[in-house]
Nanobody, 126 residues
Framework: QVQLVESGGGLVQAGASLRLSCAASGLTFSSYAMGWFRQAPGKEREFVARLASSGGYTYYADSVKGRFAIFRDNAKNTVYLQMNSLKPEDTAVYYC???????????????????WGQGTQVTVSS
């Protein structure tokens, strides 16, 4: 079956960097667009970043633009989220997701994704 497994979360101070990884199995990874979402306590899940199956067509939420970067290694069946200049408001559980085809929102909503990981906690202290 399809599995997405996130790793790389942790507790860091504001201004630090983290790199999240999402290892995929059970699907033809290079055929799937990927996205990262996050959910903070008491808040709804929100879009963070997405990219196409080729690695192009990256798009970011305004709140992370210029600080985060999404990229993938199709040879390793892995998508990454490089997070720099972390802020306390970035604290959340981060999820990766996979879809064979974006919907009307071009991959910016959770409903467009077929498969989800279990999430990894990122905590940024001030």
């Amino acid at each position: 079956q399809v599995q997405l497994v996130e790793s790389g979360g942790g507790l860091v101070q504001a201004g630090a960097s983290l790199r999240l990884s999402c290892a995929a199995s059970g699907l033809t990874f290079s055929s799937y667009a990927m996205g990262w979402f996050r959910q903070a306590p008491g808040k709804e899940r929100e879009f963070v970043a997405r990219l196409a199956s080729s690695g192009g067509y990256t798009y970011y939420a305004d709140s992370v633009k210029g600080r985060f970067a999404i990229f993938r290694d199709n040879a390793k069946n892995t998508v990454y989220l490089q997070m720099n200049s972390l802020k306390p408001e970035d604290t959340a559980v981060y999820y990766c997701a996979a879809t064979s085809k974006w919907g009307p929102s071009s991959g910016r909503t959770g409903a467009e994704y077929e498969y989800w990981g279990q999430g990894t906690q990122v905590t940024v202290s001030s």
